[in-house]
């Protein structure tokens, strides 16, 4: 059987927000992921699936090589011939490094290196675009947040998982998260190598919220992907 290399990508994250402010998104000039596991499944449950990635890769998903980057994750061979898959299934690392600022109402944002972020607190900023830095964010629990300070519990950033606008179902379990997206036509495995082609637009991957008081907080957004099988 001719090797099948799928340059396959992953995207993340859906944050079903309803804001009562001045919430924002921004470019982040670095996005990175760490996958954990890829999977083609096929039935939309992944009752059924095939593992092509099964290792701990960190990919920067804002730079030009992503692509590549992520095709080099799961070059695989031995999938079974004749099998159709209709779904892929991602398990990513919770915690990301990313950078970047957003412009709100009351002004800018900018991540600054700050360790505040954790899986039931969100990022919180600087104003100072001299400050900007490279940070480790997680993806929160779904909670309801404080704008002043981040907290879980609060009143002003509602985060949830239940409506995610790329994936059909995503879920958090422990410190990584589950997501399954539709494939843009079902594959079946023939002799014929595929070419699965991803771009990414970060342009708008980094959400902020920025209080009259001056206090930035910061979370991950999802980027744009568009991923075609030439």
């Not at 499944?41 to 890769?57: E, W």
Request: net charge negative; with cysteine; glycine share 8%.
């Amino acid at each position: 059987m001719k090797k099948v290399f799928f340059i396959i990508t992953i995207i993340f994250l859906l944050f079903n927000k309803a804001y009562s402010a001045n919430p924002d998104k921004g470019e982040a000039t670095t996005y990175n992921i760490t996958m954990q596991k890829v999977e083609l499944c096929q039935d939309s449950t992944c009752s059924t699936s095939y593992t092509v990635g099964n290792n701990s890769k960190t990919v920067n998903i804002a730079s030009a090589s992503a692509g590549a980057d992520i095709g080099s994750y799961a070059p695989t061979t031995g999938l079974p011939m004749g099998q159709t898959y209709s779904h892929l299934r991602v398990t990513l690392s919770r915690s990301f490094t990313i950078s970047g600022s957003v412009t709100t109402d009351n002004g800018a944002c900018y991540t600054d290196g700050d360790t505040s972020s954790a899986t039931d607190n969100l990022h919180v900023g600087t104003t100072t675009a001299s400050s900007v830095a490279e940070t480790t964010i997680w993806l929160a629990d779904a909670d309801t947040y404080n704008a002043a300070n981040g907290a879980g519990g609060g009143a002003n950033i509602p985060i949830a998982y239940t409506s995610p606008t790329y994936a059909s179902t995503m879920s958090l379990s422990g410190n990584s998260a589950l997501m399954i997206y539709e494939l843009a036509a079902p594959y079946t495995v023939g002799f014929k190598t595929p070419v699965i082609k991803v771009t990414f637009d970060v342009s708008e991957a980094l959400g902020a919220f920025r209080t009259g008081g001056g206090v930035c907080t910061l979370w991950p957004e999802e980027p744009m992907v568009t991923i075609s099988i030439l």
